[in-house]
């Protein structure tokens, strides 16, 4: 076997429709966006299309998608403006959250004091819906939740539709980082009242440094980046107009074949927890992502029964095998480059033995599956 990329939940290959779509984007349109003559109203108008385009297949307003780098931009945004504009002063979060999120609400809570509380989880990863009330009615100051609706390491997916209505519930207003579920799961913001969400094209087959906040209408954020008035004023900076397109394109790739494409892929997954669990004795799937009705479809992460000198060797032999997965592991030989994650759900015990992310893609087939189990096995044995 040649190669294998099974690490889709850290970036996809770009859908040939897409390259397609951005070459000629590159090619054919470099007017400035911002221009008033024919060169920047036709990149104007695309941009808009695309905009549209992304409101429509979310049910939400054109005006509410703002185009940013990407999901680290769009949560950092999101977080720091709310603070600074809606006068948040709590934010509730967990240990478990990307560090997107996580490293920006430590900076708040030194940089403008406002109170940082991390909701309990449960055992599998999960968040204690009581103790966010708990934390929700503790006192009067302004709220924001931010909890992710996919777990980028353990795939967990929470619901995300009740904990907006406690959010609601109680008046406060709530984020998601939604960079690994958005082109995977479809979203209507009419239905669920959730007040901001993230999303990275390249999670879904789409350009790298791309991606878009959104912002439901009448927010009150101001913008972060001042200059000039692109995106209505929110985010200053010449668009990226090909990787906007490319987005774009992306995402209605993505949505259009979402049903057989999430089907195809929950397969893969069922078929690689089937083996594993039949022909790995000792292996466990860490957080949910074993339980294909609690994770998301996309990705495994598993626990191997190897010990800690071996450890070492395993992401490498894999690689050397032309395998590509992500290391889930976490404090081995006490390191603190760990997973934070894994850290926060794993027993000690699990904690000495190596992790390994899973991620999977419309490119996957069985026969790769097949074969990393194989070389799993073999490297397990010897
Ligand atoms: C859950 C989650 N949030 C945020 C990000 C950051 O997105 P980006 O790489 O577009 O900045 C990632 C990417 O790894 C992610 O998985």
Known sequence: MDKVYLDNASTTCVRDEVIKKMQSALAEC???????????????????TARKTIAKYLNAHPSEIIFTSGGTEADNMILRCSVRDLGVKTIITSKIEHHAVLHTAEE????????????????????DLEHLKKLLRQDDSKKMVSLMHVNNEIGNKIDIDAICVLCKENDALIHSDTVQSIGHYAWDVQETPIDFMTAAAHKFHGPKGVGFAYLRRNSGLKPMISGGSQ????????????????????????????????AQILEMKEYFIKRVNAEIPGAKFNGLSGDPEKSTYTLVNVNLPVGPEKALMLLFNLDVKGIACSKGSACQSGSAM?????????????LQKPSLRFSFSIYNTKEELDYTIDVLKEFIKN
């Open 338 to 350: 760990g997973s934070h994650v894994l850290n926060e759900v794993l027993s000690e015990e699990d």
């Open 108 to 127: 708040l809570e030194h940089e403008c004091g406002i109170a940082l509380h991390y909701v309990d989880l449960d055992k599998n990863g999960n968040p």
């Open 231 to 262: 995106e209505r004023g929110f985010r200053a900076g010449t668009e990226s107009y090909h990787n906007i397109l490319g987005l774009e394109e992306a995402f209605i790739q993505s949505y259009e074949n979402l049903e057989k494409e999430s």
């Open 30 to 48: 470099y007017g400035n966006p911002s221009s008033t003559h024919s060169f920047g109203r036709t990149a104007k108008t695309a941009i808009e």
